[in-house]
């Protein structure tokens, strides 16, 4: 168990995903995710979601990331956040605001 004072340390925004390619250096299959976060701008991710989603499917479609947790070298690609989801049997579900909203949003 951790405190919710450890859990209020998350960074949490929504994002809108502006480019999806795939990353056939990453070992297992992954996308390289570019996602506009609003007024903290524009970060990048990899993220193993080829299972589920296509480039096309995930163009303009908003997402929830972990913005505070650090950067982390994927081969030669710098991963700058963390999209969040949750796994099941046919791949990940990425999690998503239920309507749209602004790019930077904070999830409380």
């Known amino acids: 168990m951790i405190d919710y004072a450890a859990f209020q ?3 949490l925004r929504v994002g809108t995903i502006i480019t999806a390619q795939p990353f056939p250096e990453a070992k ?3 996308y390289q995710l570019t996602v506009d976060f609003g007024p903290l701008g524009v970060l990048q991710s990899s993220a193993q979601i080829t299972d589920r989603y296509t480039p096309e499917q995930l163009l303009g479609r ?3 990331g972990a913005v505070n947790l650090g ?3 994927i081969a030669h690609f710098e ?3 963390l999209v969040l989801g949750a796994k099941e049997e046919g791949g990940v579900i ?3 605001p239920e309507s749209e909203l602004p790019n930077g949003q904070q999830i409380l």
């Open 71 to 73: 950067h982390r070298k």
């Open 62 to 64: 908003q997402v929830i």
């Open 79 to 81: 991963s700058q956040f």
């Open 9 to 11: 340390s998350l960074d």
């Open 28 to 30: 297992k299959p992954a």
């Open 94 to 96: 990425l999690l998503a």
